[in-house]
C-alpha cells in the first residue's frame, strides 16, 4: 500500500492530466446532449480510472524488474548481470551502467588483490611467530637445564630477554589473529586461578626483576569463555602493570559475583592514568603522557585486550587514581539457564 501510493504522488500529474481530459470531455457531451452525458459520464470515470491503474501496475512492474536487475548487478558486477540490466533500460542509462559497470570490476579486483594479500600477510606473521617460538623454547631449556653453569646474574638477564620476546611475539601473534577474518575460538568452563597462575608463571622473570607482591583471592571460581584468549587478556594487563609500576609494586586480583557476571578485577598500585586520558586507554597507539615510563610504550597492549574482549563478547571498564592505582575490571556474562527468558 505504500509502495503504491508512492507510485501515485509520483505520477499524480498524469492522473490530473487525465482528469482534465474526463472533465473536457464531459463538457463537450454535456453541450451536445445532456441525456448522453448524464448516460456516459460515470462510464468515462471508471475507464480512466482503470486506464491509470493499468498504467501504475505497469509502471510499478517496470521499475521493480529494473530495480532487481540493479541489486543483482551491483552485488556480483559481472558482463553476465550487466548485459541483462542493459536489456531492460534506455541507452542513455545504458552509458552510465557500462562506466559502472567498469568502475565495479576494477574495485572488485583491488579488493581481492588486497584481500590475498592480507591472508599472505597473516600467514607470514603466524609463521614468523612460531619460528620465533622455537629459538625461545631453546633459550628456556637452556636456562632451566644449564643454570649451574651461567652466573646468576647473566641468568637474571637472560631470563629477562626471555620473557619480553615471548611478550612481543605473542602480542604479534594474537594481533594478527585478532585482524584474521578466520577464528578459532574453542569456549569451555575455565578456572580462573589456574588460567592466572599459568600468565603469573610465564612473566615470573620480569614480576621478580620488579620484586611484585601478588595477593591472590581468587579460589575455584570458573568462566565460560575461550582459554587462550583469556590468558593472552591476563598477559597483556599484567605486562601493564609491570611496565608502569612503583617502587613497592603489588598486584591485586579479586572476583565478584552479581546476578548477571562474575567480575574479575585486576588492580596494581603503580603511576595510573589521569582522569582526562582514561576515555582513550583502549585506542589503539594510546599512550598518555609522555613521561619516562610510557615513552617505550607501543600503545597496543590494552588496545588488544579490548579487541579480544569484544571477539569474546566480554565487557571491559577502567579505573584509575594518578601516581596510586589502575585497575582493568572483566564481565563474564553467567549463562542463562534453558528456561530462563
Known amino acids: 500500500m505504500k509502495q503504491l501510493w508512492h507510485m501515485i504522488e509520483r505520477y499524480y500529474p498524469w492522473l490530473l492530466l487525465l482528469l482534465g481530459v474526463d472533465c473536457f470531455c464531459a463538457v463537450i457531451l454535456w453541450i451536445s446532449d445532456i441525456q448522453v452525458f448524464q448516460t ?34 551491483l552485488s556480483d558486477p559481472t558482463i553476465c548481470n550487466e548485459e541483462r540490466l542493459l536489456s531492460a533500460i534506455s541507452q542513455k542509462e545504458g552509458e552510465s551502467v557500462r562506466f559502472l559497470a567498469s568502475v565495479l570490476r576494477e574495485y572488485k579486483n583491488e579488493s581481492n588483490n588486497m584481500a590475498d594479500a592480507l591472508r599472505d600477510y597473516e600467514e607470514y606473521v603466524e609463521g614468523w611467530a612460531h619460528e620465533a617460538k622455537t629459538p625461545l623454547s631453546l633459550l628456556t631449556m637452556l636456562l632451566d637445564n644449564r643454570n649451574d653453569e651461567i652466573s646468576p646474574s647473566l641468568q637474571a638477564k637472560l631470563d629477562y630477554v626471555r620473557s619480553q620476546l615471548q611478550e612481543d611475539v605473542t602480542q604479534m601473534l594474537y594481533y594478527a589473529r585478532l585482524k584474521s577474518s578466520t577464528k578459532d575460538y574453542r569456549f569451555e568452563d ?17 614480576l621478580e626483576e620488579k620484586h611484585f607482591v601478588i595477593l591472590n583471592k581468587l579460589q575455584s571460581e570458573t568462566v565460560y569463555t575461550d582459554r587462550r584468549g583469556l590468558q593472552f587478556m591476563l598477559g597483556q594487563i599484567v605486562s601493564n602493570a609491570i611496565k608502569y609500576s612503583s617502587d613497592s609494586p603489588m598486584l591485586t586480583i579479586s572476583v565478584i559475583h552479581s546476578e548477571t557476571a562474575d567480575i574479575l578485577s585486576v588492580e596494581d598500585n603503580g603511576i595510573g592514568v589521569k582522569k582526562y586520558n582514561l576515555p582513550y586507554i583502549f585506542q589503539k597507539g594510546f599512550t598518555g603522557d609522555s613521561t619516562d615510563s610510557r615513552k617505550k610504550a607501543t600503545g597496543m597492549g590494552l588496545y588488544l ?37
Open 40 to 73: 456516459l459520464i460515470g462510464l468515462v470515470v471508471l475507464t480512466s480510472i482503470l486506464l491509470f491503474s493499468a498504467i501504475l501496475f505497469v509502471l510499478n512492474k517496470r521499475e521493480n524488474t529494473h530495480m532487481e536487475l540493479f541489486r543483482d548487478f
Open 190 to 206: 575455565v578456572n580462573l586461578n589456574d588460567c592466572l597462575g599459568e600468565v603469573l608463571e610465564d612473566y615470573a622473570p620480569l
Open 305 to 341: 585486550v579490548k579487541k579480544m574482549a569484544d571477539d569474546l563478547n566480554l565487557h571491559l571498564e577502567a579505573a584509575s587514581q594518578w601516581g596510586k592505582s589502575f585497575k582493568i575490571v572483566i564481565f563474564f556474562p553467567k549463562l542463562r539457564s534453558n528456561g530462563g527468558k
